[in-house]
Each structure stands twice: as C-alpha cells, then as structure tokens.
C-alpha cells in the first residue's frame, strides 16, 4: 500500500479523490472506497496483531542476552546470542525477529497499531550457533537501504572463528558450491568437472587471513581466521 512507503502520505485525500470514480471489482460496482478500506483494514489488524503481539512480548522475556551495540532512528544492529535463531523456523521457535518487536513494543518506539503498516525484521541472518551482528529495521527506509547495501555487496560480513590445528591459508581463495535441498547438503569443490553443470554451481569467494596464533602444546595451535563468507564451516573442512 502506498501508505507503506512514506508515513507523512494523506490516505483521506487519496480516499476522497477516488471516491470520485466508478470501481467495478469481480463484476460488482464499488460504492464506497474508504468503506471497503476500513473493513479490511479492520480485519487485518484484528488477525496480524493477536499472534505477532503474542510472540513479540514472549520472546522479548525469554530470550536473554541480546545486547543492541548501535541504534538510530532506521536500524538497530543487534549482538545475537548462541542458541538463538536469526527468524522463525518451521518449528515456530521464536527468533530475534520477534524480540526486534518485543523491544520496539517495549520501548514505545512503535506502537500495536503501526504493525499493519510495517513490520521491523532483521535483514541479515546468522546460523543458530554463531553469535554476532544482527542489523534490525525500525523503518522501511531502514529496510530499503540495508537490504540494497548487502544485495549488491556494498555491505561486507567478516567472521571469527577458533581452529585447532595449523594453517598455511591466508590470502583470497575461490571456489564453486552446489546445494542439495533435499538432503539440506552443501557440496564444494575447486574446479568443475567436465561432467558437472556449470548452472548447478555459484561461485564462491573468501579471504582468510591468521590474525594470532596461540601456542597450547607441542602439536596443536589455536589459530583465529577471518572468513570473508558464511560458508565458514565449509570452507574449514575444504582447506583441511
């Protein structure tokens, strides 16, 4: 709706101007326009509001340790902690999606009768098990420009990570991988085969590079690496 896209729109006037016209919808003539507007504007807010509103004040008291490092007027970037889903599976566990609300609720920053019209949501996801940043929308605008940022790769995401063991990687690699939704498996490989499909394939690049090597005993070294990708535990099996 064209409200959605810009908050200071007059929805009256636009009502009134269409009133003016002759509306025909499955072969019916629609008399009133704004009379149609209110009912279903009614009935969507009575049936989004009841289970958001529910899941939001629920996660926003369950889920413990979630620490906002930046927030403005549009966003909210978010340290996510283990064990917490970025959205909502199929399992319907709550995520930090509906603490994003929960907290915007909480605060006052949006109130129940906004949710029609925009709904916050996190705009970059991260695995179950890893922790880290977590960029939140509080406004379509907030939404709109984040999500264009990481579309065309204007936003970079760096990862951290503990090896054991030790490491001759460090530089820009590339590589090509294939998903198997069936088996929810990623294959990865160097080179294609003259037997694979290119189309079946994305190419994929990282940079790694060893940021500090902690000696534990004579064999086995603690080696942090920055992965420039989120295919970060693929990418350690394929470089062992």
């Given at each position: ?36 507007y ?6 969507t ?29 549009n ?19 709550l ?97 294609l ?19 500090n090597?902690l ?14 990708y ?11």
């Amino acid at each position: 709706m064209l409200c959605d896209y810009n908050d200071g729109i007059n929805w009256r006037k636009i009502v009134k101007t269409l009133n003016k016209y002759d509306y025909i919808v499955d072969e019916n003539k629609l008399d009133d326009v704004e009379e149609t507007y209110n009912k279903f504007k009614n009935e969507t807010e009575a049936g989004v509001n009841n289970t958001l509103i529910s899941n939001a004040t629920t996660a926003y008291e369950k889920i413990k340790g979630v620490d906002i490092v930046y927030e403005d007027d549009n966003i909210v970037i978010m340290n996510k902690p283990q064990n917490v889903l970025s959205q909502m599976a199929d399992n319907n566990e709550l995520s930090l999606n509906e603490w994003l609300l929960g907290y915007m609720l909480n605060t006052n920053i949006l109130c129940e009768s906004d949710i029609v019209h925009f709904r916050p949501s996190v705009l970059n996801r991260l695995d179950k098990n890893t922790t880290g940043m977590v960029i939140g929308s509080k406004t379509n605008l907030g939404a709109i420009t984040i999500s264009e940022l990481l579309r065309n790769r204007n936003m970079h995401k760096f990862y951290l990570t503990i090896v054991y063991g030790k490491s001759k990687y460090n530089g820009i690699y590339k590589a090509f991988h294939t998903k198997n939704s069936a088996t929810n498996t990623v294959l990865i490989k160097d080179t294609l085969d003259i037997n694979d499909n290119p189309e079946d394939y994305n190419e994929i690049i990282t940079g790694i590079k060893t940021l500090n090597v902690l000696k534990l005993n004579n064999d086995i070294d603690i080696i942090a690496l920055i992965h420039h990708y989120h295919y970060i535990y693929i990418w350690i099996l394929f470089f062992e």
